[in-house]
């Protein structure tokens, strides 16, 4: 009877171990498995295209920085925006919609006779993420026919209106050898913020390389202009317009630009 017991008992232990070990393989691949799944976003984050992205700022290793007046509807105090830059010896970039330079080549003129640059923010500010590639072409083309006639230069920086873009956007742009230009510091006048205000936002928020937005019919402008640019020009800070402040060359060969939009040398 023992003998009948053990050797009924023998292989039932062995085909237990057997299950035992061939349990361990299973497990293993589960590992293997489990730990697949939970590197692969990293491993699909990094082979992913990098976003297209305009120029926010520039990497600087000193104070300078970039005044930039976006021009669209009115004109009630450009000639104003003029003589204050021109009391200060400041040279800024504006940013002027098609429509806006057949409605006031007088302006725009008188914006060139001062030396400040004189750059595209569309033909008609339309939203652009909605507009084809071949859209973008004739949109910007047209408008700088229209600057170009006036000013005698061909603009090479472009705004895109509402600060709105996507990647088609900003690789048409480039494509057509433009640069496309954002902001760091964004003055908020187009809220109507009172002079106080909108100098406080700036002077808190410049920095080396830093591009400026303001627009050229914003009610308290005028009135906070000489503050920043006494606050600025108290600091040590020069002036320059936004072609000077970029880097030039080719993206990824001369220059790159971060997640943030900061635009940074390779050298």
């Known amino acids: 009877m023992k003998w009948f017991r053990?050797?009924?008992?023998?292989?039932?232990?062995?085909?237990?171990?057997?299950?035992?070990?061939?349990?361990?393989?299973?497990?293993?691949?589960?590992?293997?498995?489990?730990?697949?799944v939970t590197t692969l976003p990293a491993y699909v984050t990094a082979s992913a295209p990098q976003r297209q992205l305009p120029v926010y700022c520039v990497q600087r290793d000193y104070k300078v920085c970039s005044l930039t007046f976006d021009a669209a509807w009115g004109n009630e105090d450009t000639q104003e925006l003029i003589d204050i830059l021109d009391q200060y010896n400041v040279k800024a970039t504006f940013f002027v919609v098609g429509?806006?330079?057949?409605?006031?080549?007088?302006?725009?003129?008188?914006?060139?006779?001062?030396?400040?640059e004189v750059m595209s923010h569309s033909n008609h500010h339309d939203h652009f993420n909605t507009l084809s590639a071949q859209e973008i072409i004739d949109d910007l083309n047209a408008c700088n026919d229209k600057i170009e006639a006036v000013t005698g230069v061909r603009p090479t920086l472009f705004r895109p209106p509402y600060g709105e873009y996507d990647d088609h956007v900003i690789s048409?742009?480039?494509?057509?050898?433009?640069?496309?230009?954002?902001?760091?510091?964004?003055?908020?006048?187009?809220?109507?913020?009172?002079?106080a205000t909108i100098t406080q936002r700036v002077t808190e928020k410049v920095g080396p390389g830093?591009?400026?937005?303001?627009?050229?019919?914003?009610?308290?402008?005028?009135?906070?202009?000489?503050?920043?640019?006494?606050?600025?020009?108290?600091?040590?800070?020069?002036?320059?317009?936004?072609?000077?402040?970029?880097?030039?060359?080719?993206?990824?060969?001369?220059y790159t630009i971060d997640h943030t939009g900061r635009q940074c040398p390779l050298s």
């Open 6 to 36: 053990h050797t009924h008992d023998r292989p039932r232990k062995i085909l237990l171990l057997s299950k035992r070990w061939l349990a361990i393989p299973g497990a293993l691949l589960c590992v293997c498995a489990l730990c697949l």
């Open 172 to 195: 048409t742009v480039r494509g057509m050898g433009i640069q496309p230009i954002q902001w760091d510091v964004d003055s908020l006048d187009w809220k109507d913020y009172d002079a």
């Open 210 to 254: 830093s591009i400026v937005l303001f627009h050229n019919a914003a009610l308290h402008t005028p009135e906070a202009l000489p503050g920043i640019l006494e606050y600025l020009l108290g600091q040590g800070y020069s002036i320059v317009p936004v072609s000077q402040l970029v880097l030039s060359g080719e993206e990824g060969t001369d």
């Open 99 to 116: 429509d806006w330079v057949e409605k006031y080549p007088e302006s725009v003129k008188a914006l060139s006779d001062a030396s400040h």
